[in-house]
């Protein structure tokens, strides 16, 4: 009996199949995570404003 309740304890365990976490929150809140957003998007607006007042430097340049 106890080799059959054995068998059916392992066959069970193999069953429960718990997946782990997919990742980490890297933030401790939400409000830390939407600053750092905020943070990048604007570093990439200031990148492309400075990119497109450069164009516009330049073709200026060459219309003179």
Known sequence: MSLLNGLLKGIASTLTVSS???????FR???????????HI???VEAAVQIFEGNKD?????QS
Request: proline share 12%; no cysteine; aromatic share 16%.
């Open 42 to 44: 604007s570093a990439d």
């Open 20 to 26: 782990p976490p997919l990742y980490r929150y890297p």
């Open 58 to 62: 330049s073709s200026e340049n060459e």
């Open 29 to 39: 809140n939400a409000m830390e995570g939407f600053r750092s957003d905020w943070k």
